[in-house]
């Protein structure tokens, strides 16, 4: 299966900050399958993003995503408060579909 | 639109089997474009797939190695419900579990909103 790797654990920013998150497949994740997904305490993931780039309904577009193969990086252009949250990356490219363990944007 | 709403006891006690039910409204469970996927997330193992139902010309049924064997998901035309047993349940067990909605070759674009199951005597 298909591993994915995300960094930073933890990135530490002020609102209006820039926010770049990586996710590294340990295998190329066919047609770019993947997604990025944003959770709140005590809430369901909600998908943001989907084939690497394209953003889901609703998603402002201060969330975009890029890359392709094994490499991939979902970027915040300014963080509004409400961002703040830990987001995980998920491929569907290949059986079984396998999520990165998180990265956790807090305030500084 | 797509909702789940699920249901199912938050405690169970050990070597018991965890029963969750999710219901599907504004979708087909038999849609061709979809598959229904039952998903875990604990502190120690992540999110974690449990196993997917979806109907191509008949009832598909995948599971995780990690759970092979102690994993049964159905799915009702009738009810438009799906659901989970977990056999044989340890406290390693304890999680939230989702139900949510899986694209053929798309994300996970809907989710119900979790229950936190817990193993204990």
């Known amino acids: 299966e298909i591993v994915l790797t995300q960094s930073p654990g933890t990135l530490s920013l002020s609102p209006g900050e820039r926010a770049t998150l990586s996710c590294r497949a340990s295998?190329?994740?066919?047609?770019?399958?993947l997604a990025w997904y944003q959770q709140k305490p005590g809430q369901a993931p909600c998908l943001l993003i989907f084939?690497?780039?394209s953003r889901a309904t609703g998603i402002p577009d201060r969330f975009s995503g890029s890359g392709s193969g094994t490499d991939f990086t979902l970027t915040i252009s300014r963080l509004e408060p409400e961002d703040f949250a830990v987001y995980y990356c998920q491929q569907y490219g290949s059986s079984p579909r396998t999520f990165g363990q998180g990265t956790k944007v807090e305030i500084k | 639109q797509v909702q789940l709403q699920q249901s199912g006891p938050g405690l169970v006690k050990p070597s018991q089997t965890l029963s969750l039910t999710c219901d599907i409204s504004g979708d087909s469970v038999s849609s061709i474009s979809s598959a229904w996927y039952w998903i875990r997330q604990s502190p120690s193992r992540g999110l974690e797939w449990l196993g997917r139902t979806y109907f191509v010309s008949r009832w598909n049924y995948d599971y995780a190695v990690s759970g092979k064997g102690r994993v049964t998901i159905k799915a009702d035309t009738a009810t438009n419900q799906i659901f989970l047993q977990l056999n044989s349940v340890t406290p390693e067990d304890t999680a939230v579990y989702f139900c949510v909605r899986g694209l053929h070759y798309g994300p996970f674009d809907h989710w119900g909103q979790g229950t936190l199951v817990t193993v204990s005597s």
């Open positions: 295998q190329g994740v066919s047609s770019n399958y």
């Open positions: 084939d690497a780039s």
